[in-house]
T-cell receptor, first 112, second 112 residues
Framework: DTEVTQTPKHLVMGMTNKKSLKCEQH?????MYWYKQKAKKPPELMFV???????INESVPSRFSPECPNSSLLNLHLHALQPEDSALYLC???????????FGPGTRLTVL | GENVEQHPSTLSVQEGDSAVIKCTYS??????FPWYKQELGKRPQLIID?????GEKKDQRIAVTLNKTAKHFSLHITETQPEDSAVYFC???????????FGPGTRLSVLP
């Protein structure tokens, strides 16, 4: 299996809702990433997990809460988001210390 | 931190012509430079990459060149086809090894 999967594909939520994004890979990768991509912009790194431990947090607001429950799963918990948080959220994975990152298809999030 | 610039922001070529996209980076310690292709609504797909110990790499119609002294690298696509139309992102990996910094992207249109 050489794929990163993400659910849901689309998510619409209100500013008071709590929701979660899910990412899964079965390539044995021990580094996993969350990126945010606004329209016509490049992906921007949010979080990096290495061996299930948070290693990079790019000053992301606390309304985004990542979680890595095991080596195959990565979650992003969302609470009290703002309309400007609407974007495509991409998950990626790689071997720790190796270069190539594999991206999932993304979750398109709309915050009303 | 690393900063990656990319030019041009848009590029239109006739089918069969060549296309060249250039990127510059700021951190001389960066050592890995991938190129991603992203079609509308899809995930970024790695198309080619190069490491700092190599000056050029080719894969069929796609090639990448790296000039470490000048801190720039370029993507070359020959014999372009309409299916090459997409947004192309260059990226540089910082010396820490996990943080990819993406360029702003180039929208390539191949006209039939």
């Amino acid at each position: 299996d050489t794929e990163v999967t993400q659910t849901p594909k689309h998510l619409v939520m209100g500013m008071t809702n709590k929701k979660s994004l899910k990412c899964e890979q079965h390539m044995g990768h021990r580094a996993m990433y969350w990126y945010k991509q606004k329209a016509k912009k490049p992906p921007e790194l949010m979080f990096v997990y290495s061996y299930e431990k948070l290693s990079i947090n790019e000053s992301v607001p606390s309304r985004f809460s990542p979680e890595c429950p095991n080596s195959s799963l990565l979650n992003l918990h969302l609470h009290a988001l703002q309309p400007e948080d609407s974007a495509l959220y991409l998950c990626a994975s790689s071997q720790v210390g190796e270069d190539t990152q594999y991206f999932g298809p993304g979750t398109r999030l709309t915050v009303l | 931190g690393e900063n990656v610039e990319q030019h041009p922001s848009t590029l239109s070529v006739q089918e069969g012509d060549s296309a060249v996209i250039k990127c510059t980076y700021s951190d001389s310690a960066s050592n890995y430079f991938p190129w991603y292709k992203q079609e509308l609504g899809k995930r970024p797909q790695l198309i080619i990459d190069i490491r700092s110990n190599v000056g050029e790499k080719k894969d069929q119609r796609i090639a990448v060149t790296l000039n470490k002294t000048a801190k720039h690298f370029s993507l070359h696509i020959t014999e372009t086809q309409p299916e090459d139309s997409a947004v192309y992102f260059c990226a540089a990996r910082d010396n820490y090894g996990q943080n990819f910094v993406f360029g702003p992207g180039t929208r390539l249109s191949v006209l039939p």
